[in-house]
């Protein structure tokens, strides 16, 4: 029996099939003791699961953070994917993602209302006239620099059903990030993430690159985090609007899990 059929009709029966999987996805099951995000796993006679049920708590909502006639900008929370219909669903509005976050990154999303504003906003990502900020929380198995960088080429090391894991490599897509220390206790830092250019998972593959990995990566690192995602926030994007031809400046506030390890890990 698949595993997400198994836990509605053995346990959660009162939970929607959506909100199981999305349980699941949020690493809520192990079977015998190994994390399994595979929600049609199917179990044997001798699985022994586990699920925890404080991942079946209300994920935080969409919240819209700029919105014109062209243009539309959200929050995005962690475990939801850049899917626009997903999106287009919870906001009953049409718009068209011009870039895209990993499912467990949180913060700024660009979509745009019309193809006309899809295009600029796409030349100016490739270009590399927007401007990005990220935050993180590593943990360092070296002392770091208050700023550094990291020019490594990225190529792709293997491709699983759901994702691609990402490798620095001599011959590979150029990739530069700038970082610099917000704040800092023992092996533990919040790093500004400033990527100056936009592969995939370039922020995540550099760090690790530094011996840094970030907290809960555990594709490009090995230590958990309570939230149960990798601590990774799209704080800030800057670029040109191009409906009023102004440069336009949006932030996203932490969500509640950042802010908890923030907190955690770094007392006033």
């Known amino acids: 029996m698949p595993l997400i059929a198994y836990l509605k009709s053995e346990y959660l029966s009162e939970f929607s099939m959506k909100a199981i999987k999305r349980a699941i996805d949020q690493k809520a099951v192990k079977i015998n003791q190994k994390q399994v995000m595979r929600s049609n796993e199917l179990l044997t006679k001798e699985a022994f699961v586990t699920f925890d049920l404080s991942r079946l708590e209300k994920r935080e909502p969409i919240s819209i953070l700029y919105e014109d006639d062209g243009l539309l900008i959200i ?79 990225l190529a792709i090391l293997k491709k699983l059903e759901h994702q691609v894991v990402m490798t620095t490599a001599k011959v590979g897509m150029k990739a530069h990030t700038d970082f610099s220390i917000n704040r800092s206790k023992g092996n533990f830092y919040l790093l500004e993430c400033f990527p100056q250019t936009g592969k995939t998972h370039q922020i995540r593959v550099h760090l690790k690159e530094v011996k840094a990995p970030i907290l809960g990566d555990l594709v490009y690192g090995k230590l958990p985090s309570q939230s149960g995602r990798f601590l990774l926030h799209a704080e800030s994007i800057q670029f040109l609007n191009p409906e009023k031809n102004t440069l336009l400046a949006i932030k996203a506030p932490l969500p509640k899990d950042f802010l908890n390890e923030i907190q955690s890990l770094f007392p006033s």
């Open 75 to 153: 929050n995005k929370p962690p475990f939801i994917t850049s899917d626009e219909d997903e999106i287009q669903k919870q906001l009953k509005k049409k718009a068209f993602l011009c870039h895209r976050l990993d499912k467990e990154t949180s913060g700024v999303l660009i979509l745009a209302k019309n193809e006309t504003t899809k295009k600029n906003i796409e030349e100016q990502f490739e270009k590399q006239l927007i401007k990005k900020r990220y935050l993180a929380i590593v943990k360092s198995e070296n002392s770091l620099m208050p700023k550094f960088s990291v020019k490594a080429p």
